[in-house]
Nanobody
Framework: QVQLVESGGGLVQPGGSLRLSCAAS????????MGWYRQAPGQQRDVVAT???????NYADSVKGRFTISRDGARNTVYLQMNSLKPEDTAVYYC??????????????WGQGTQVTVSA
């Protein structure tokens, strides 16, 4: 069984910073890609940033230059450093992992989500 556990959300003022973490645990054989998605109230879930196991990254246009995704392969952990936060960044942030387990089944896993609120 695979679990993704997120941490680091909270309330921050505009212009502030937060760092999200997501640790994957369980019967993991290989992680191909990890990423962060977000969903604001009444909106669809959208990709924020992704990183592959060879460190290739992709960002949504709205966060380029402000957010940085990184990973620790040894710890099966992905981070999202969020700087210069704006009220429109307010959303529930979800961690995602594309991985294979000990049964050689490859699929997507999701974390439970962590709330990020940017407000004065």
């Amino acid at each position: 069984q695979v679990q993704l556990v997120e941490s680091g959300g909270g309330l921050v003022q505009p212009g502030g910073s937060l760092r999200l973490s997501c640790a994957a645990s369980g019967s993991i054989v290989s992680i191909y890609r990890m990423g962060w998605y977000r969903q604001a109230p009444g909106q669809q879930r959208d990709v924020v940033a992704t990183i592959t196991r060879d460190e290739s990254t992709n960002y949504a246009d709205s966060v380029k230059g402000r957010f940085t995704i990184s990973r620790d392969g040894a710890r099966n952990t992905v981070y999202l450093q969020m700087n210069s936060l704006k009220p429109e960044d307010t959303a529930v942030y979800y961690c995602n992992a594309d991985l294979s387990d000990y049964l050689s089944v490859r699929k997507d896993y999701w974390g439970q989500g962590t709330q990020v609120t940017v407000s004065a």
